[in-house]
């Protein structure tokens, strides 16, 4: 019998679908929450009326897609957490709710494994080459940033994260002090394409072992804009390219700086990096040419599986679809917790 799985992902801002055949993705649809944007961040009560709205349209399109009948579906597959809880409880209500409906198993996902376990997707007519334990992944979204140790599918471990903020916040607050849009990384990532990334330097963390510190960065930038403001009101907008591209660069240059000492220290040279940071074009370019300079195995996930996907919850449920690791209905979400 062929296995198919659905994959439900509700934590945040964006409702999704994914159906799986094994590690074949076959549909990954994306509802993208376009309420969020006049409040500069994501509003936790709106967030989860939109996945009420979206929930059904798009499984329901995943499922068209994909060509797949519910009926032939052999298991769901949700994020349990870490995440808003409110919006948590949309996905996981409804996937309880439909594998009671269909008799078939339901999988619980923590969404930083599947952030992770991304790298694991196959798409139709293009075998990828998947990495091998153990390898490092850094994890680096909205929420988090960690640097962790995968030794199998779900035994990871956590070896350095941030103390304050993620790198996405980084880039989501200096976009905001920039006066631009809500999520500020992708056009930070945009404008620095354009400038120099040696214009402005920012001072930087200096942090112990394995762990990040993104808020004093934050400050340097607010204060170095401040005091620029009072002397030129028009230093952003005649700026902006290379203020995109000099914190950009500093960002990815902590990020950076950590993972070469967690190779080094770990002696691991397969490295991954994985969340909605990975799609940075910089971070992409850095950790690229590290094949060259410290002969990384370097793998960088597709864009449509860096940012909140189902694909990744579905082969993440896949895999412990195939261990028999199943959830009950007693199953609660979590706003909380590691890997
Ligand atoms: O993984 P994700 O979709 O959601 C969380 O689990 O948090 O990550 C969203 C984060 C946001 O902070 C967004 O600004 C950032 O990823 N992001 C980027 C880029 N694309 C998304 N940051 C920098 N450059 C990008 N191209
Ligand atoms: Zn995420």
Same mark, same amino acid.
């Given at each position: 019998?062929?296995?198919?799985?659905?994959?439900?992902?509700?934590?945040?801002?964006?409702?999704?679908?994914?159906?799986?055949?094994?590690?074949?993705?076959?549909?990954?649809?994306?509802?993208?929450?376009?309420?969020?944007?006049?409040?500069?961040?994501?509003?936790?009560?709106?967030?989860?009326?939109?996945?009420?709205? =979206?929930? /059904?349209?798009?499984?329901? $399109?995943?499922? *068209?897609?994909?060509?797949? *009948?519910?009926? +032939?579906?052999?298991?769901?597959? %949700?994020?349990?957490?870490?995440?808003?809880?409110?919006?948590? &409880?949309?996905?996981?209500?409804?996937?309880?709710?439909?594998?009671?409906? &269909?008799?078939?198993?339901?999988?619980?996902? =923590?969404?930083? +494994?599947?952030?992770?376990?991304?790298? %694991?997707?196959?798409?139709?007519?293009?075998?990828?080459?998947?990495?091998?334990?153990?390898?490092?992944?850094?994890?680096?979204?909205?929420?988090?940033?960690?640097?962790?140790?995968?030794?199998?599918?779900?035994?990871?471990?956590?070896?350095? !994260?941030?103390?304050?903020?993620?790198?996405?916040?980084?880039?989501?607050?200096?976009? $905001?002090?920039?006066?631009?849009?809500?999520?500020?990384?992708?056009?930070?990532?945009?404008?620095?394409?354009?400038?120099?990334?040696?214009?402005?330097?920012?001072?930087?963390?200096?942090?112990?072992?394995?762990?990040?510190? %993104?808020?004093?960065?934050?400050? #340097?930038?607010?204060?170095?804009? *401040?005091?620029?403001?009072?002397?030129?009101?028009?230093?952003?907008?005649?700026?902006?390219?290379?203020?995109?591209?000099?914190?950009?660069?500093?960002?990815?240059?902590?990020?950076?700086? $950590?993972?070469?000492? !967690? #190779?080094?220290?770990?002696?691991?040279?397969?490295?991954?990096?994985?969340?909605?940071? #990975?799609? =940075?074009?910089?971070?992409?370019?850095?950790?690229?040419?590290?094949?060259?300079?410290?002969?990384?195995?370097?793998?960088?996930?597709?864009? +449509?599986?860096?940012?909140?996907?189902?694909?990744?919850?579905?082969?993440?449920?896949?895999?412990?679809?195939?261990?028999?690791?199943? !959830?009950?209905?007693?199953?609660?979400?979590?706003?909380?917790?590691? /890997?």
């Amino acid at each position: 019998m062929p296995v198919y799985i659905l994959g439900i992902e509700s934590s945040c801002d964006d409702t999704s679908a994914a159906v799986l055949h094994e590690t074949t993705m076959l549909s990954n649809v994306i509802a993208n929450q376009q309420v969020h944007k006049d409040f500069g961040g994501v509003v936790p009560e709106l967030a989860s009326r939109a996945h009420q709205q =979206n929930i /059904i349209p798009v499984i329901d $399109k995943a499922l *068209r897609n994909a060509n797949v *009948r519910k009926e +032939q579906l052999s298991a769901i597959a %949700f994020t349990r957490g870490p995440g808003l809880l409110g919006s948590l &409880l949309v996905g996981t209500s409804f996937a309880k709710a439909m594998s009671l409906g &269909l008799g078939i198993p339901l999988v619980e996902v =923590n969404h930083l +494994q599947a952030h992770i376990l991304s790298h %694991f997707i196959q798409t139709p007519g293009d075998i990828k080459t998947v990495p091998e334990f153990p390898f490092l992944c850094l994890t680096v979204s909205g929420g988090h940033t960690q640097l962790v140790m995968v030794k199998d599918y779900f035994h990871m471990e956590i070896i350095g !994260a941030t103390i304050d903020d993620a790198a996405g916040e980084a880039f989501d607050k200096a976009a $905001k002090i920039l006066g631009l849009d809500y999520p500020g990384g992708p056009l930070v990532d945009k404008y620095a394409r354009e400038g120099n990334p040696a214009a402005f330097k920012f001072s930087k963390p200096v942090m112990p072992g394995l762990d990040y510190s %993104f808020s004093g960065l934050k400050t #340097s930038f607010l204060y170095f804009l *401040r005091d620029q403001l009072i002397e030129d009101p028009e230093f952003i907008t005649k700026h902006l390219n290379d203020l995109c591209a000099s914190i950009q660069s500093a960002i990815v240059e902590t990020l950076m700086v $950590k993972l070469i000492k !967690a #190779s080094k220290e770990t002696g691991i040279r397969q490295v991954a990096i994985a969340g909605g940071v #990975s799609a =940075n074009s910089g971070l992409r370019q850095a950790i690229l040419s590290m094949h060259e300079k410290q002969g990384w195995e370097v793998f960088i996930p597709e864009f +449509q599986f860096t940012t909140d996907n189902a694909a990744m919850i579905g082969i993440a449920g896949y895999f412990k679809y195939c261990k028999g690791e199943f !959830a009950d209905q007693s199953a609660v979400p979590y706003s909380r917790g590691g /890997i």
